[in-house]
């Protein structure tokens, strides 16, 4: 596609499940990011990835957060044991090369922990 | 730590005036910045993006500044229209990559 997809566009869950998140980038974007939007607040940092390698994971909430990429395409955000705090909209960017360029955004997946 | 402040935080203007939005970051330390809109329920739109090396950028009605040693990034919107009504968001890049976004400023055009 044109854009950046993801998928699924929402999710509700109950709580202690785990969840998976899919983000597929622009083709050809070699960069990749995660971020989440929770309610009411700033849009915050999760990961980033260059190609199928993310440098660094500390924006990661906790130790239930992980993501991996493949491929250099398509990257997937895992949440496990899921907990109310983490219903928020997550949202996936791309970019053509890391550092310099324009990040083009998802629609993003709206997470509601029950 | 990286903070990004946006002012004001929600504004209100009759349509066709120009206005300004503020963008300050504490950590002048940066690669790029880029302003980005929000629409309700939807993904964010880039607007401009500014390399640390400039000092603006210009798309249309919209003109984006850096003053980087000041921490500083203004969005002028001219002539503003209803269809600008949104939230407008700046976003700093800093080491490892990592993005750090304002909170954002709601701005609705009143026809």
């Known amino acids: 596609g044109a854009g950046v997809s993801q998928s699924p566009s929402n999710k509700v869950t109950e709580k202690g499940k785990d969840v998976e998140l899919r983000c597929d980038p622009i083709?050809?974007?070699?960069?990749l990011y995660w971020y989440r939007q929770s309610l009411g607040q700033g849009l915050e940092f999760l990961i980033y990835?260059?190609?199928?390698?993310?440098?660094?994971k500390s924006g990661l909430p906790s130790d239930r957060f992980s993501a991996e990429r493949t491929g250099g395409s398509v990257s997937t955000l895992t949440i496990q044991r899921t907990q109310q705090e983490d219903s928020a909209v997550y949202l996936c960017?791309?970019?053509?090369?890391?550092?310099?360029?324009?990040?083009?955004f998802g629609p993003g997946t709206r997470l509601l922990v029950l | 730590k990286q903070e990004v402040t946006q002012i004001p935080a929600a504004l209100s203007v009759p349509e066709g005036e120009n206005l300004v939005l503020n963008c300050s970051f504490t950590?002048?330390?940066?690669?790029?910045l880029q302003w980005f809109r929000q629409d309700p329920g939807k993904g964010l739109t880039s607007l401009l993006l500014?390399?640390?090396?400039?000092r603006e950028q210009t798309s249309g009605r919209l003109n984006a500044s850096l003053d980087k040693s000041s921490g500083r990034s203004t969005l002028y919107i001219a002539a503003s229209q209803p269809g600008d009504s949104a939230t407008y968001l700046c976003?700093?890049?800093?080491?490892?990559?990592?993005?750090?976004f304002g909170t954002g400023t709601k701005l609705q055009v009143i026809p």
């Open positions: 976003a700093v890049r800093g080491g490892y990559q990592k993005v750090t």
């Open positions: 960017a791309s970019s053509r090369a890391r550092g310099t360029e324009t990040q083009y």
């Open positions: 990835f260059q190609g199928n390698s993310a440098p660094d």
């Open positions: 083709s050809g974007h070699t960069a």
């Open positions: 500014i390399q640390s090396s400039q």
């Open positions: 950590d002048s330390a940066i690669y790029n």
